[in-house]
């Protein structure tokens, strides 16, 4: 295991279109974290999993936004109807639950998306 | 709010010379800190992590301290490379939070010339 994994590394669409994400945790984590990333600023948390349940959503995902991690391990981020203001590196993060929650999060290299 | 502060924006020094790095925060109830380093079109990658009672963690050439009392964090960058030109973030978290997300800085744009 390499660490967290994201596919695919960049991602160019045109507006109106749909696309999904996946992401690959490291295998023995429980959390799984989605964050977007404008240019210049730091990552905004969308959405939060621990196991294959979503415990948390951002304000920001709106309702085109959906987020699945169906067993647990892999998750998918889709967003329908993407819109030029989606434009943004996707990041997945995760971590090993227990204590201090958020502790020692892995970051994967991200998708960068481009609506067009 | 809680909020991340992070300053400068951006700086460029040369190669080899050290830098500062400032973090302010206003989360509460504190957790921890971490400081990240993001290559450019790469994820964020960890550098050090500091709870409450932590003053100073080294990793490499970077030494983060920690001043809970202020609030404030700095990361410092001793004799500088060419590679460590990147962003950093400064990430806390607050305790007691059933959610994952933990509230990151903007970054601090770090240039390191020859």
């Known amino acids: 295991d390499t660490g967290v994994s994201q596919d695919p590394r960049h991602k160019i669409t045109k507006r109106g279109q749909n696309v999904t994400f996946r992401c690959d945790p490291i295998?023995?984590?429980?959390?799984l974290y989605w964050y977007r990333q404008t240019l210049g600023q730091g990552p905004e948390f969308l959405t939060y999993?621990?196991?294959?349940?979503?415990?948390?959503k951002s304000r920001l995902l709106s309702d085109r936004f959906s987020a699945e991690r169906p067993k647990g391990s892999f998750s998918t981020l889709e967003i329908q109807r993407t819109e030029q203001g989606d434009s943004a590196m996707y990041l997945c993060?995760?971590?090993?639950?227990?204590?201090?929650?958020?502790?020692?999060?892995?970051f994967g290299s991200g998708t960068r998306l481009t609506v067009v | 709010k809680n909020q991340v502060e992070q300053s400068p924006q951006s700086l460029i020094i040369l190669e080899g010379k050290n830098c500062t790095l400032q973090?302010?925060?206003?989360?509460?109830?504190?957790?921890?800190l971490r400081w990240y380093k993001q290559d450019t079109g790469r994820g964020p990658v960890s550098l050090t992590i500091m709870t409450f009672s932590e003053n100073t963690k080294s990793n490499g050439r970077y030494t983060a301290t920690l001043d809970a009392d202020t609030k404030q964090s700095s990361l410092h960058i001793t004799a500088s490379q060419l590679s460590d030109s990147a962003s950093y973030i400064c990430?806390?978290?607050?305790?007691?939070?059933?959610?994952?997300?933990?509230?990151f800085g903007d970054g601090t744009t770090l240039t390191v010339k020859p």
């Open positions: 990430v806390v978290s607050a305790a007691h939070t059933n959610a994952g997300k933990s509230t």
């Open positions: 295998s023995e984590h429980n959390r």
């Open positions: 993060a995760s971590s090993l639950g227990g204590g201090a929650v958020g502790y020692g999060y892995t």
């Open positions: 999993f621990q196991n294959e349940a979503q415990l948390e």
């Open positions: 973090c302010n925060y206003t989360v509460s109830p504190f957790s921890n």
